[in-house]
């Protein structure tokens, strides 16, 4: 991707009439946009940002900065029932639950921006987030349910006016609202296990306890069994969340 040139969104005010008629339009699988956004969001973007992964084999992986953080998967929708279906291991007890929110029918398009919600939620000590928009969320809906969540994330001017100035800024048209036929997820380390964090899913998939191999040759594999499978379907994109390269 060609590096887009900086600008300083600023997320609209909105009225209470304004705001039920707020759009979630589809987000590009645009690795400096990602950054940018999460830049807004509260991340320090000198010391961590998002890159293209160009495949799931050791020696491709081998190049990316260390350690990987999180993994962004973006597939075609209309392939889901063809991916292998996994039940993963039971879910914690609440209190050690990761943070995860269901992307509900006011959220459209918003899977993207759930994706870099959930890589950046459920590491915000090894990313060092203290403030911001997005800490401003994860605190105000610790005690919430994943519905409650992505209703506040419904309701959330700050990150919706981000969403929608970050969606507009990748190489390709901004689909039609419904249009966009790609869904993204996000692949994070929690407590020592690979979890799938999947907005449309009732609940995060507890994959396995991190092996000797690590996260991300874990994360690799989980991805090449479950949606990689089909020869016959390649339309994917692959996104990781580590280290800034800038300087």
Not at 17 to 26: H, L, V
Not at 200 to 226: E, M, R, W, Y
């Amino acid at each position: 991707f060609t590096f887009i040139m900086e600008t300083k969104a600023s997320p609209p005010t909105q009225t209470s009439q304004e705001e039920a008629e707020t759009r979630w339009p589809g987000m590009e699988a645009n690795p400096p946009v990602f950054t940018k956004f999460a830049g807004q969001l509260g991340l320090d973007v000198k010391q961590f940002a998002f890159g293209d992964m160009w495949g799931l084999d050791d020696d491709v992986l081998a190049f990316l900065p260390q350690p990987t953080i999180a993994c962004i998967l973006l597939f075609p929708s209309k392939e889901r029932g063809s991916f292998k279906s996994v039940a993963g291991l039971p879910q914690p007890a609440p209190e050690a639950a990761p943070f995860f929110l269901k992307q509900g029918a006011r959220l459209q398009d918003a899977c993207g921006t759930i994706a870099m919600i959930h890589a950046l939620a459920n590491n915000m000590d090894k990313l060092h987030l203290s403030s911001g928009p997005l800490v401003d969320y994860v605190t105000a809906n610790k005690g919430a349910s994943a519905e409650e969540r992505g209703l506040a994330l419904a309701r959330n001017q700050v990150i919706a006016g981000f969403h929608t100035s970050y969606s507009a800024q990748g190489q390709t048209a901004v689909a039609e609202i419904g249009q966009t036929n790609h869904h993204f997820i996000c692949f994070t380390e929690v407590n020592g296990k690979v979890i799938e964090f999947d907005g449309c899913k009732d609940a995060p998939v507890i994959h396995q306890v991190v092996s000797n191999k690590g996260f991300l040759k874990d994360t690799a594999a989980i991805i090449k069994d479950v949606y990689f499978s089909n020869p016959d379907v390649f339309d994917f994109s692959l996104i990781s969340l580590g280290p800034s390269q800038e300087g």
